[in-house]
């Protein structure tokens, strides 16, 4: 919640910003009312670790954990089940994105930026993330397959559209890094999440404050991995490269 606050004091980000509140029952209520699917994750967590994806369908409701479906016939006990599920960590409620898809799994988008050497902004790589055919959260970790991004986008979009999606995506990790950068100017990288919908507008899932690099080690282009350990290095950060769970996307 913090990082989602410190993302809506800057109002050029404010369209890129999906609904965001603490998880409680009123929160679930209202969003799920609304919007018909959100996203129930840890505030504090990483790798797609404890992400539920949970829908109304009709007078029923459902969610998704990991592999595991579970459906629940009122409100009253798909909150119950939620709130078992969550424990007495804190939770988030996000309203759902319908993103993009390829062969029928949902996929989005990790751009990574980094302070360069001479302390400026550089975004050092964007790759797409395809979700496992089980699983509802994109992380390579949770056997997510990595692309490049126009291998996905150009074939639906042409050249130009990729082209000019790509550059806004680009803008608003800057348009992150500056806000965060003036707010904690230690800060030297980010891995923005983002996810784009049918009518290609970006959304900005969550801010990684200390990303993994793993899913750039799946690119044909070994530059960009090069790059990124580079500025990392840099700026003090020693990166573990052992990707053994996200898979490389099959050759042309």
Known sequence: ???????????????????????????LYALLT??????????????????MRV???????????????????????LYASLLQ????????????????KHEGNPFDFRVMIQRNPAGKWVCTGTVARVAHPDKAVTNGSQGGTI?????LLKPKLGQEATDALQRKMERIAYLTADQFGREYPAM???????????????????VNTR???????KLADPRIIRRIVQYGRANGRIYDLTCSKAKRAPRP
């Not at 609304?34 to 992400?51: E, Q, T």
């Not at 829908?55 to 409100?75: A, C, N």
């Not at 599920?85 to 993009?100: A, D, E, P, S």
């Open 1 to 27: 919640m913090i990082k989602t606050r410190l993302l809506l004091r800057n109002r050029a980000l404010h369209p890129y910003v999906p609904a965001t509140h603490p998880f409680d029952r009123v929160n």
């Open 85 to 100: 599920q969550c424990g007495t960590k804190r939770y988030l409620i996000q309203k759902g994105i319908h993103v993009l």
């Open 34 to 51: 609304m919007h018909g699917m959100v996203y129930v994750k840890p505030d504090v967590g990483s790798l797609g670790i404890g992400v």
């Open 147 to 151: 692309y490049d991004p126009s291998d």
């Open 188 to 206: 030297r990288e980010l891995g923005l999440d983002i996810a784009v919908d049918g009518k290609l507008r970006p959304w900005i899932l969550e």
């Open 211 to 217: 990303p993994d690099p793993c899913p750039f080690t």
């Open 55 to 77: 829908e109304k369908q009709g007078g029923t409701y459902r969610y998704q954990r990991g592999v595991q479906i579970y459906s629940l016939p009122t409100f009253d006990k």
